[in-house]
């Protein structure tokens, strides 16, 4: 009798324990985003007029999505269109960036500021970054 209440109390601690790991990763795209993104870009998205684009609604986002962890890990040089805008400001890689990072910021992205609109697996990103040149 005694077995059967261990093993469902041991199953009841590591569901608690397991809960509380997502809880605190929840977050972490938010902090990434604040850590590596929000200076250029803002907190709210909305990026530095003429200068920044934004990433609130934006259709650069949407229609790279396919190699948007490319563009966060490499960077971007040279003119881009962001909702019918130029921007021509160098924007800084960073390789450090694990594939999880990638996922979380793109997806915190679609979270917060709609761009891309669909959130990405940590597979799509996995093989985004295979791809890179």
Do not use: W
Not at 52 to 71: F, G, H, Q, W
């Amino acid at each position: 009798m005694r077995f059967p209440v261990i093993k469902v109390l041991g199953c009841i601690m590591m569901g608690l324990l397991l809960a509380g790991c997502f809880t605190e990763r929840g977050q972490e795209g938010e902090l990434l985003y604040g850590r590596h993104c929000s200076s250029c870009h803002l907190e709210n998205g909305e990026g530095l007029r003429g200068v920044i684009p934004p990433l609130v609604n934006s259709d650069y986002s949407e229609k790279n999505r396919d190699i948007l962890a490319c563009l966060i890990r490499q960077g971007i040089k040279g003119p881009i269109t962001v909702n019918g805008k130029t921007y021509n400001q160098a924007m800084p890689g960073n390789q450090k960036l694990t594939e999880a990072d990638l996922t979380n910021i793109i997806n915190y992205l679609s979270k917060e500021f709609k761009s891309p609109k669909e959130r990405v697996s940590f597979g799509e990103i996995r093989e985004q970054v295979k791809a890179c040149p």
